[in-house]
Each structure stands twice: as C-alpha cells, then as structure tokens.
C-alpha cells in the first residue's frame, strides 16, 4: 500500500521556522521526484518546491525562494521542507507529492497545517 505520511506542521509566529517531513512507503522512493505543495483557503494548490531523485536539482516558487530548503533522504525514503522566515501568507495546507520520473504515476500525501499567526 502506497503511503506518503506527512509531519511537522504546526502554528508559528511570523519569522519562525517549521521543518516538515514527508515519509514514503509501499513505492520506489529514490526512483521518484519528489514536491511539496500548499493549499490555502479558498486558493488553488501550488507548487513550493521539487528536488529531482537524487537530490543534486531543486527549484522553489519565487514566494519562498530563500526561505525554504527542500532536501531528500532517500535510505529513510523521506522528503524534507525547512521553512524559515516565516510570513502569514505561507499559512496553508502543504502536500508532498512523488512523481514517477518518466512516468504519469503520482501519488500525494494528506497533508499538514501549517498556520502563520502572530
């Protein structure tokens, strides 16, 4: 059973820091690419950050560029946010998701709240 569990989220004042973690099971994790997504009220999910299998690329959306850092671990089959600097629009659900690379096969987490709040 395919399972992407995510953890970490939490509520933070503004400039504070989160580190979420997103664990794989019941898949090939170092053969996927792995993202994370946000969603907040009322807004349509978007993307936050990608790291390619073997960890070597990653891109960011420009709202975080700077702030956060995505990072793999693929013995613990794991996916990392680290999130500093903090700002109230960050305040969203946030998804990790696993893209087969050269396939169509995706799978996504259930996600995590983040709340920015001071």
């Known amino acids: 059973q395919v399972q992407l569990v995510e953890s970490g989220g939490g509520t933070v004042q503004p400039g504070g820091s989160l580190r979420l973690s997103c664990a794989g099971s019941?898949?090939?994790?170092?053969?996927?690419?792995m993202k994370w997504y946000r969603q907040s009220p009322g807004k349509e999910r978007e993307y936050v950050a990608g790291?390619?299998?073997?960890?070597?690329?990653?891109s960011y959306a420009e709202s975080v560029k700077g702030r956060f850092t995505i990072s793999r671990d693929n013995v613990r089959k794991t996916v990392y946010l680290q999130m500093n600097a903090l700002k109230l629009e960050d305040t969203a659900v946030y998804y990790c998701?696993?893209?087969?690379?050269?396939?169509?096969?995706?799978?996504w987490g259930q996600g995590t709240q983040v709340t920015v709040s001071s």
């Open positions: 998701k696993a893209e087969g690379q050269g396939t169509n096969i995706e799978y």
């Open positions: 790291v390619t299998i073997d960890g070597g690329r990653k």
């Open positions: 019941g898949f090939t994790f170092r053969y996927y690419v």
